[in-house]
């Protein structure tokens, strides 16, 4: 530190939007499902470079917004010799910016998504608008997803409009998918926005599912014949996802080694009693609460955990920058060709078809960390022969 220092250097184009659009268009091959990336670019050198990368990769440019006198976003990371993350420093000060507004507005309005996969780096402003777009000015709300990005970007949402942001069953957040850090992050910021303290939307809602003395006990009982979810409960993970489920009813907690975490608020926990689990995705253990009576069914909160496939164990590490957008790209395209994220079971398939999305979603992010490109161009195989 304090000092130049010899090293090796690699560029490449890049950005959480973009590495999310590339492993969906890896995962998607072949599927009737088509989508549209939207960003943003300066008028500068690496705007050029960016706009003629994105024809390249996803035959469109259309979604690309270049705002003049602005410089194009840039992140530089710094690896240690294992490909671990040391520091990184990331300019996107263009996507906080409101230039770009009414355009993303334009574009979503012009694609009506079934699924929209929205990343931190927009400023509270944006995304209070593009929440607001997907709630009042599609034919059909679509599945929101939120990629983090980081634990100080992921804070951003509760920024929103509480009335943009909605209580389940009037949420617009469908699903986020945080690691534990940055789950700690929105938690507190809800916290401290006393969004978890709102007894007219927020505690009828968590009130629902059930989440009483006999459901904790239910857990701590298990945990003590379960490293995992010992963990996950000594951690606050669980107990954190719980009390955001009202407003984001699908969290999926990336644990690193240890796997991934669904904690999601269902309408339909009794059909959970009779889904087998023969199935090769299935995750290593499910626990349910007991909630109310919701429509004619019973809800309640359900935990699945989903520890990381044989393929993912000691693999070598060259790069850990596109881990999380392998993950959440592959993830969304699943999700947009089954509709797993709903809260209703509504068949045996539905869910089988989410525990696969998990495990590929995984070996995905696995191959992506063992390849020099943020994003892995081996999904593209590898998941052909997984599906």
Known sequence: MGDSNPGTLRSSVGGVGFNVSLAHKYAILGSKKSYRFISAVGSDLAGQSLLAEVEKVFGDASGIKVLDSLESAQYTAMLDPEGELLLACADMSIFERPEG????????????PETLVVDCNLSP???????????????????????????????????????????????????????????????????????????????????????????REKMAARANKNKNLKYLLEQGVIQQCLHLLPYVPNIAVKLGKRGVVLVKLSTDVERYKSIPTSSPFAPAFIITSEGQQFEDRRAGAVIEYFPIPTQNENIQVVNVTGAGDTFIGVLSSYASRNDWLDSEIKSIEQEWHMWESFYNAQVASGLSIQSHKAISPEIQKQISGLS
């Open 101 to 112: 507004m009414e355009f993303f507005k334009e574009q979503i309005i012009r694609a009506q």
């Open 125 to 215: 402003e944006v995304l209070n608008l593009i929440l607001e777009t997907a709630k009042k000015d599609l034919k059909q709300p679509p599945k929101l997803i939120i990629e983090p990005t980081s634990a100080v970007k992921l804070s951003r949402i509760a920024k929103v409009n509480t009335k943009n942001l909605g209580v389940f069953p009037n949420n617009t957040i469908t699903m986020i998918t945080p690691t534990v850090g940055e789950l700690e992050s929105i938690h507190s910021s809800f916290s401290q926005r006393e969004l978890l303290d709102d007894y007219d939307e927020w505690f009828p809602a968590l009130d629902l599912l059930g989440i009483n003395s006999q459901f």
